[in-house]
Protein backbone atom coordinates (compact mmCIF):
# COMPACT_ATOMS: atom_id res chain seq x y z
CA UNK A 1 0.00 0.00 0.00
CA UNK A 2 1.03 3.47 -1.05
CA UNK A 3 -0.47 6.95 -0.61
CA UNK A 4 -2.25 7.28 -3.99
CA UNK A 5 -0.77 10.61 -4.77
CA UNK A 6 2.73 11.44 -5.96
CA UNK A 7 3.82 15.11 -4.65
CA UNK A 8 6.52 16.50 -6.88
CA UNK A 9 8.75 19.88 -7.26
CA UNK A 10 6.66 20.98 -9.92
CA UNK A 11 2.91 20.21 -8.60
CA UNK A 12 1.17 23.30 -7.23
CA UNK A 13 2.45 21.93 -3.59
CA UNK A 14 5.71 22.22 -4.40
CA UNK A 15 6.27 24.68 -5.85
CA UNK A 16 3.82 26.44 -2.73
CA UNK A 17 6.86 24.08 -0.48
CA UNK A 18 9.33 25.89 -2.53
CA UNK A 19 8.34 29.54 -2.04
CA UNK A 20 7.97 28.92 1.94
CA UNK A 21 11.50 27.77 1.96
CA UNK A 22 12.46 30.46 -0.26
CA UNK A 23 10.98 32.91 2.10
CA UNK A 24 12.53 31.26 5.06
CA UNK A 25 16.25 31.21 3.39
CA UNK A 26 16.28 27.99 2.60
CA UNK A 27 16.73 28.39 -0.60
CA UNK A 28 18.93 30.40 -2.59
CA UNK A 29 20.22 31.34 -6.02
CA UNK A 30 23.98 30.74 -6.56
CA UNK A 31 26.27 31.07 -9.71
CA UNK A 32 25.91 26.97 -10.39
CA UNK A 33 21.84 27.78 -9.75
CA UNK A 34 19.13 26.74 -7.18
CA UNK A 35 20.37 25.25 -4.07
CA UNK A 36 18.70 24.10 -0.30
CA UNK A 37 19.34 23.05 2.57
CA UNK A 38 18.65 19.64 3.75
CA UNK A 39 18.33 18.38 7.11
CA UNK A 40 22.11 17.46 7.27
CA UNK A 41 22.19 21.38 7.35
CA UNK A 42 24.38 20.96 3.75
CA UNK A 43 23.30 22.92 0.65
CA UNK A 44 22.95 20.82 -2.52
CA UNK A 45 21.21 21.84 -5.82
CA UNK A 46 17.59 22.15 -6.29
CA UNK A 47 17.26 19.12 -8.76
CA UNK A 48 18.41 17.07 -5.97
CA UNK A 49 15.51 17.20 -3.57
CA UNK A 50 13.14 15.34 -2.79
CA UNK A 51 9.31 16.33 -1.29
CA UNK A 52 9.34 15.21 2.33
CA UNK A 53 6.56 14.63 4.41
CA UNK A 54 7.06 17.46 7.60
CA UNK A 55 6.20 17.03 10.47
CA UNK A 56 4.70 13.70 10.34
CA UNK A 57 5.89 11.13 7.66
CA UNK A 58 3.33 9.63 5.10
CA UNK A 59 3.35 6.38 6.59
CA UNK A 60 2.47 7.25 10.41
CA UNK A 61 -0.29 9.82 8.90
CA UNK A 62 -1.79 6.82 7.41
CA UNK A 63 -1.36 4.04 9.60
CA UNK A 64 -2.30 6.37 12.38
CA UNK A 65 -5.47 8.74 10.85
CA UNK A 66 -5.66 8.29 6.53
CA UNK A 67 -6.19 4.65 6.18
CA UNK A 68 -9.30 5.05 8.65
CA UNK A 69 -10.93 7.32 5.42
CA UNK A 70 -9.49 5.31 2.83
CA UNK A 71 -6.74 5.35 0.46
CA UNK A 72 -9.12 7.85 -2.36
CA UNK A 73 -10.50 9.47 0.79
CA UNK A 74 -11.43 13.26 0.78
CA UNK A 75 -9.79 13.49 3.62
CA UNK A 76 -6.41 11.99 2.82
CA UNK A 77 -6.14 14.03 -0.41
CA UNK A 78 -6.44 17.43 1.33
CA UNK A 79 -3.08 16.18 3.40
CA UNK A 80 -1.52 14.96 1.15
CA UNK A 81 -2.45 18.41 -1.15
CA UNK A 82 -1.25 20.22 1.87
CA UNK A 83 1.92 22.08 1.46
CA UNK A 84 1.96 22.45 5.16
CA UNK A 85 3.17 18.61 5.37
CA UNK A 86 6.17 18.56 3.17
CA UNK A 87 9.75 20.67 3.26
CA UNK A 88 12.41 19.88 0.78
CA UNK A 89 15.36 17.41 2.08
CA UNK A 90 18.23 15.51 0.02
CA UNK A 91 16.98 12.13 -1.79
CA UNK A 92 19.56 10.48 -0.20
CA UNK A 93 18.47 11.73 3.17
CA UNK A 94 14.74 11.50 2.84
CA UNK A 95 14.52 7.67 1.28
CA UNK A 96 17.31 6.54 4.30
CA UNK A 97 15.10 8.09 6.80
CA UNK A 98 12.05 6.42 5.42
CA UNK A 99 13.66 2.70 5.36
CA UNK A 100 14.80 3.56 9.29
CA UNK A 101 10.95 3.55 10.00
CA UNK A 102 10.58 0.24 9.92
CA UNK A 103 7.11 0.20 10.07
CA UNK A 104 4.88 -0.64 6.66
CA UNK A 105 1.29 0.90 4.79
CA UNK A 106 -1.38 -0.59 7.15
CA UNK A 107 -4.09 -2.02 4.83
CA UNK A 108 -6.99 0.46 4.56
CA UNK A 109 -9.73 0.02 6.98
CA UNK A 110 -12.06 1.43 5.41
Known amino acids: MSLVYFRCKKS???KEVIQRLR???KIKNTR???VFQASDGEWYPLSEADMA???MDAVKYWNTTGRKHGAKS???R???LDSNNYTLDHYSLNRSAGA???E???PPSK
Request: hydrophobic residues 15%; proline residues 4%; without cysteine.
Open 100 to 102: KLK
Open 78 to 80: EWM
Open 32 to 34: KGE
Open 53 to 55: HEP
Open 104 to 106: GYK
Open 12 to 14: KTG
Open 74 to 76: KEV
Open 23 to 25: DKG
